[in-house]
């Protein structure tokens, strides 16, 4: 099968089409034919040698979110079949490239996978898993007061969108903070106020809380008030805000429950996402460009 490899740290160009071993299921496991694999952010730290765990070592293979058809189920797996549609999210910093969503197969373990909903579509149902499930628990580490104030820098991005969509129907205020001529779309998600990027947040009135989905980092701890909560999604972020304020990094994990109950939201419309662009499987130094380039309204998706 054809995976996309990091030969080495570096730009885009260091991605490669390269042939790998045809994934077998193992104990517990489901051989998915990957219809969509999403570009994530996370991916192009990886490819550069960021990394918020252990280095890997090239070559490995990048992605986390995919969607796509079991085509076998190994010993003890009952609850897929082939010709079951799956969306899946691998650990991808357990697995060290490994394996990765930039191929045209994977051999995942069952508890990595939720049935794909009728009415959804594989393009947009392999945004959903790494983004929705980090807005979900960054929102719970903000442990928020009732009818709480929060900004939300990167809000028009994946997590961003998310967190605004989780926040403001949980019943709080949302400020969010948005990219390149796309303010429509926080405020479509349910923010109460929209601001630009490069928008001063010293001259703003101080949050209660923010999540830090960029993220900016202590430039935008000016704008929560005394004894308030930031969470960034950079747990590596080393600065003290002081003034009381707590301040928590973190890193996803996995909620398979959860994942199902945000899935399901996406796909009877009570959660949104949007697709920017698809490419082919090929094409995935071009998906990079385009990330790092910026005002995309919406992910990159790879299509094998």
């Known amino acids: 099968m054809r995976v996309i490899e990091v030969s080495e740290a570096g730009g885009p160009d260091v991605l490669r089409v390269s042939e790998r071993p045809d994934p077998v299921a193992g104990q517990g496991q489901a051989v998915v034919r990957i219809a969509a694999a999403n570009i994530n952010p996370t991916d192009l730290g990886a490819r550069g040698g960021r990394f918020a765990r252990d280095p890997v070592e090239p070559p490995f ?30 650990h991808w910093y357990d697995l060290k490239g490994t394996a990765g969503a930039y191929a045209e197969a994977i051999a995942a373990p069952v508890e990595w996978l939720v049935a794909l909903p009728e009415g959804l579509g594989e393009t947009e149902a392999a945004t959903i898993p790494l983004n929705a499930l980090t807005a979900d628990q960054g929102i719970a580490l903000l442990d928020l007061a ?19 969509q989780l926040a403001a129907q949980a019943g709080h205020r949302v400020i969010a903070l948005a990219g390149r001529d796309d303010e429509d779309w926080p405020a479509s998600l349910g923010a109460s106020e929209v601001l630009a990027r490069d928008t001063d947040l010293a001259a703003i009135e101080q949050v209660d809380a923010m999540f830090d989905a960029v993220p900016i980092g202590e430039a935008a701890a000016v704008a929560v008030r005394d004894g308030g ?65 910026g005002g995309l309204h919406g992910k990159v998706v790879l299509v094998p």
Do not use: C, N, Y
């Open 146 to 164: 009732p009818a709480s104030t929060l900004l939300v820098t990167g809000a028009s991005g994946g997590v961003g969108g998310f967190v605004v």
């Open 229 to 293: 909560t930031i969470v960034t999604i950079r747990r590596t972020d080393t600065f003290e805000p002081g003034r009381g304020i707590r301040k928590q990094g973190f890193l996803i994990h996995s909620d398979r429950g959860r994942l199902r109950e945000l899935v399901d939201d996406v796909a009877e419309g009570r959660l949104k996402t949007r697709v920017a662009v698809t490419l082919p499987l090929a094409e995935a130094a071009e998906g990079h460009r385009l990330v790092e380039a």
């Open 61 to 90: 293979v990048l992605g986390w979110d995919f969607a796509g058809e079991v085509t076998a189920v190994g010993d003890g797996v009952s609850e897929f079949a082939p010709g079951d549609s799956v969306i899946g999210m691998l």
